[in-house]
């Protein structure tokens, strides 16, 4: 099974600001020694913005933990307190499973129309969705360790993340199978294991270009 975060088992989002800038870590502790294990804490636009995840709590358990943070960090604002149900999560699950089944046929179908004039022209569509599929799990099994290292939970925003490597996956397989493509046609005396490396290397500066720029965006945003 999956960590799944409230986004997808339902829980209560509390936005709240201080007067002093606090460490999140802090604040998820006052909510793990009320009973709350599963809160997750996060700064936003400064360190005296938090936004806190946690399971559903009632009006005296709200009440308690007010008056605990209070007494912790000093007089605070209530910015929004809402809960979320497991229906819209389903609903964004749902959504995005037909998203990428849609997605995967579409490959298939592009991949074979392509290669039409190569001999079994579907089995190179087969391998597309084949790949797209390992590279999901790669990034699934990655969150699943790192929730038995760091507590990491599967929420939107990592489907998000999903659908983002989905599209990077998409891409690159097109580009690589376009250029196959070529080269069957130009080296029609080779094997085509020594086809398929040559276009393999005559892509690998394209597609190394492309995750550096990527990962370039990402370290601005992260900084």
Not at 92 to 101: E, G, K, P
Not at 165 to 190: A, C, H, K, P
Request: with cysteine; hydrophobic share 50%.
């Amino acid at each position: 099974m999956l960590p799944l975060s409230i986004d997808f088992t339902g829980g209560t989002v509390w936005d709240m600001r201080f007067a002093e800038p606090v460490e999140p870590g802090d604040v998820r502790q006052i909510f793990v020694d009320a009973g709350f294990p599963d809160t997750a804490a996060f700064t936003f636009n400064d360190n005296q913005s938090v936004e806190v995840k946690l399971k559903p709590v009632d009006a005296a358990q709200k009440e308690q933990l007010k008056q605990v943070l209070e007494t912790k960090f000093g007089a605070w604002e209530e910015l929004s307190y809402r809960s979320l149900g497991p229906t819209i999560g389903a609903e964004t699950s749902r959504a995005a499973v037909i998203a990428v089944a849609i997605a995967s046929a579409l490959i298939l179908l592009y991949i074979a129309w392509a290669f039409r004039q190569v001999p079994h022209p579907f089995r190179y569509g087969t391998t597309a969705v084949v790949a797209l599929i390992h590279d999901v799990l790669v990034v699934i099994t990655f969150i699943a360790i790192m929730n038995l290292i760091a507590g990491w939970e599967f929420d939107a925003l990592t489907l998000t993340a999903i659908l983002t490597v989905i599209g990077f996956s998409m891409t690159d397989t097109v580009v690589v199978f376009d250029r196959l493509r070529e080269n069957l046609r130009r080296y029609r005396g080779e094997r085509l294991a020594s086809v398929a490396d040559r276009s393999i290397l005559e892509t690998a500066n394209r597609s190394i270009a492309t995750q550096v720029t990527a990962l370039l965006v990402l370290v601005a945003l992260w900084c």
